[in-house]
């Protein structure tokens, strides 16, 4: 009995040795630059729904080089949001490969994706998606607290900093502007310093002037840091700022 349960042991351990291992495989994977930064491959995402089956994304492939701007565009319903749900990992598709740095997070499973997410991946979105308990400050501190960061107080301050917020560090997403809110998420998006930053429509929620200061920070922000941006946007002024655009029309990339 004794020597079933120490052959048992040891399995479960070299079981976890070997995830762990495949884990930091990943992770050292996803920050190579002698790879491209995003490399997509017969992406395809298809649903069911109650007329049959419904292709949403159909044959996506492109790649993007390390510290490269892009944006994809198209109109409402062409698929954008999918994408980026995919790309991220958020999504499985229905074939196809999404490799991050040579990582292919298809074959990841969710746990490891999630892990992937947390040390190479920033997002921005439309709705901010601060959480509304949290300060400006903690929800900085937040995505580095996750990973065990020590110094995740003094990083998100220096990023608040960044953005024009060390006046409001204390305060509740509820005080603050919609462009305040979005340059909280700018700096919580930068402070994990990741190899690539997905933003889906970041200045959708926000009136012209508005938007047009956070996305100059945003650009700011990434040559400073030197990330690769995937931007998925419907305003065209936005896309011509980056130096390469995609376009998407019914689940399909166009010229």
Do not use: W
């Not at 996750?146 to 005080?175: C, F, I, N, W």
């Not at 502007?177 to 970041?202: F, H």
């Not at 959708?204 to 040559?223: E, Q, Y």
Request: aromatic share 2%.
């Amino acid at each position: 009995m004794t020597s079933t349960t120490g052959s048992d042991s040891a399995a479960s351990a070299g079981a976890a040795q070997t995830a762990n291992a495949h884990d930091a495989t990943a992770v050292n994977n996803a920050r190579r630059s002698d790879v491209p930064a995003l490399a997509v491959a017969g992406l395809r995402k298809v649903v069911r729904d109650a007329t049959g089956e419904l292709t949403i994304l159909d044959n996506i492939q492109f790649n993007i080089d390390a510290g490269e701007t892009v944006a994809i565009v198209g109109a409402s319903g062409s698929g954008k949001s999918t994408l980026l749900g995919l790309l991220a990992g958020l999504d499985v598709p229905s074939a196809g490969s999404v490799k991050i740095n040579g990582t292919d997070i298809v074959a990841l499973d969710e746990d490891a994706r999630a892990r992937l997410r947390a040390t190479s991946l920033g997002f921005v979105f439309q709705s901010f998606q601060l959480l509304p308990h949290l300060t400006a400050l903690e929800n900085v501190m937040l995505p580095l607290e996750l990973v065990g960061q020590a110094d995740a107080s003094e990083r998100a301050r220096r990023l608040l900093e960044e953005v024009g917020l060390s006046a409001r560090l204390q305060h509740y997403p509820r005080t603050l502007s919609g462009g305040e809110q979005q340059r909280v998420a700018l700096a919580r998006a930068y402070v994990t310093e990741p190899a690539l930053l997905l933003a889906d429509e970041p200045t959708g929620s926000l009136d012209a002037a508005t938007g047009t200061a956070v996305i100059d920070l945003m650009f700011r922000l990434n040559r400073e840091h030197g990330t690769t941006l995937l931007l998925v946007t419907h305003d065209r002024e936005i896309a011509a700022r980056c130096a390469r655009r995609l376009s998407l029309a019914a689940g399909r990339l166009v010229d």
